[in-house]
T-cell receptor
Framework: QQQVKQSPQSLIVQKGGISIINCAYENTAFDYFPWYQQFPGKGPALLIAIRPDVSEKKEGRFTISFNKSAKQFSLHIMDSQPGDSATYFCAARIAAYDYKLSFGAGTTVTVRA | GAGVSQSPSNKVTEKGKDVELRCDPI?????LYWYRQSLGQGLEFLIYFQGNSAPDKSGLPSDRFSAERTGGSVSTLTIQRTQQEDSAVYLC????????????FGPGTRLTVL
């Protein structure tokens, strides 16, 4: 039973466009929400993370928006580049337990030049 | 420094055989995790080791799966009597201790059970 639901499964965006990936969760005890980026043949790597005491976090072209009341969070990739083509996973964790990330199913992003 | 390493990178085995997958965590990391990534699925938590504490085995899908961590460093995931549904990428991660510490993932072992 997946605790974090992610959509869409895949998306194609033109270079320079905006990629948006959405995630929803049910467990209100989650208090740490990281996003991971995975290239083919590689393990996932932490991209950006947010805690529920803020509604938005931006790092370069990547922004997380967080809506605590709706139990939803999303990743926006601004000015998408071909090098951003990868699979993106949202995740959630009860930080006090210090482990056990619950992952979404992943979104494959393809950026067309 | 070196990241998390895993071996082998690919493993093809016949149904019913046992396999061992190895993980070398980042030096000094006290926490080690195993996840399974099936096609089209997210990562599924399998097991967690933290220092000398008893491991959290709550994610292991059956008693055919076991894992150990020797000397607080290298870990081995063993799958006995492999089944075709065990085919997946097995990922290992390690981290420092702490509530928000980043988990660093290895490249994974792709297991194919024929």
């Amino acid at each position: 039973q997946q605790q974090v639901k992610q959509s869409p499964q895949s998306l194609i965006v033109q270079k320079g466009g905006i990629s948006i990936i959405n995630c929803a969760y049910e467990n209100t005890a989650f208090d740490y929400f990281p996003w991971y980026q995975q290239f083919p043949g590689k393990g996932p790597a932490l991209l950006i993370a947010i805690r529920p005491d803020v509604s938005e976090k931006k790092e370069g072209r990547f922004t997380i928006s967080f809506n605590k009341s709706a139990k939803q969070f999303s990743l926006h990739i601004m000015d998408s580049q071909p090098g951003d083509s990868a699979t993106y996973f949202c995740a959630a964790r009860i930080a006090a337990y210090d482990y056990k990330l619950s992952f979404g199913a992943g979104t494959t992003v393809t950026v067309r030049a | 420094g070196a990241g998390v390493s895993q071996s082998p990178s690919n493993k093809v085995t016949e149904k019913g055989k046992d396999v061992e997958l190895r993980c070398d965590p980042i030096s000094g990391h006290t926490a080690l995790y195993w996840y399974r990534q099936s096609l089209g699925q997210g990562l599924e938590f399998l097991i967690y080791f933290q220092g000398n504490s008893a491991p959290d085995k709550s994610g292991l899908p059956s008693d055919r799966f076991s894992a150990e961590r020797t000397g607080g460093s290298v870990s081995t995931l063993t799958i006995q009597r492999t089944q075709q549904e065990d085919s997946a990428v097995y990922l290992c991660a390690s981290s420092w201790t702490g509530s928000y510490n980043e988990q660093f993932f290895g490249p994974g072992t792709r297991l194919t059970v024929l």
